[in-house]
């Protein structure tokens, strides 16, 4: 019931940086959590980074860890994915998601951004 908008792909070389950016249509909206998840061609969607709606905390996939930063601004709505010394295995579809209280999993998506890391 709520839109979730991505800014910030793009096209950058191995190494480069690219920060993404995540906002809800209704910033009221009760969330658990805020995700990103990614979808590379021929490959499944993938889990790449959280943050909890209430105390801030993070978790990372193994694959970008150390590389990648999830966070958030000061009004907690928009979310952001700085991503830094990219590889080409980067390249995918990023999408953004909120985990509603009270909901399973993740039932708010965004439309995505694409990001490519060239060689």
């Known amino acids: 019931q709520v839109r979730l908008i991505e800014y910030g792909g793009g096209l950058v070389q191995a190494g480069g940086s690219l920060r993404l950016s995540c906002a809800a249509s209704?910033?009221?909206?009760?969330?658990?959590?805020t995700a990103w998840f990614r979808q590379a061609p021929g490959k499944e969607r993938e889990f790449v980074a959280s943050i909890r709606w209430s105390g801030g905390s993070t978790y990372y996939s193994p694959s970008v860890e150390g590389r990648f930063a999830i966070s958030r601004d000061r009004t907690g709505n928009e979310v952001y994915l700085q991503m830094s010394n990219l590889k080409p295995e980067d390249t995918a579809i990023y999408y953004c998601?909120?985990?509603?209280?009270?909901?399973?999993?993740?039932?708010?998506w965004g439309q995505g951004t694409q990001v490519t890391v060239s060689s």
């Open positions: 209704d910033p009221t909206y009760s969330r658990y959590a």
């Open positions: 998601a909120i985990q509603g209280v009270g909901a399973r999993n993740y039932n708010n």
